[in-house]
């Protein structure tokens, strides 16, 4: 199983970034998917999760009204769109998958290996 996220690079405070993440190996059928990001120095924190079918999502706080978080099932990938990106942001983001929140939320499930985003000011 693996999950390959890409997407990430360099960019300006206020610009966007869309981050996917594409899974292999298995079917994430009724996985809930999401992204986490670890900033240096700091311990890796949750930015946003999507059900199997998209009904419901979930958002760090801080980024909500700036990224959006979508799912395409038949590609069984993922994506994050970062707008209004701040020096804040800058990490590296991680794509996860697992039969619910609270198993990503403990580390649990599939990830993939990061891609690092940084926002300069």
């Known amino acids: 199983v693996q999950l390959h996220a890409c997407g990430g690079g360099l960019v300006q405070a206020g610009g966007s970034l869309r981050l996917s993440c594409a899974a292999s190996g298995r079917t994430f059928s009724g996985y809930v998917m999401g992204w986490f990001r670890q900033a240096p120095g700091r311990e890796r924190e949750f930015v946003a999760t999507?059900?199997?079918?998209?009904?419901?999502?979930y958002y760090l706080d801080s980024v909500k009204g700036r990224f959006t978080i979508s799912r395409d099932n038949a590609k069984n990938t993922v994506y994050l769109q970062m707008n209004s990106l701040k020096p804040e942001d800058t990490a590296v983001y991680y794509c996860?998958?697992?039969?619910?929140?609270?198993?990503?939320?403990?580390?649990?499930?599939?990830w993939g290996q990061g891609t690092e985003v940084t926002v300069s000011s």
């Open positions: 996860a998958a697992g039969p619910d929140v609270r198993e990503l939320r403990r580390g649990l499930g599939y």
């Open positions: 999507i059900s199997w079918r998209g009904g419901s999502t």
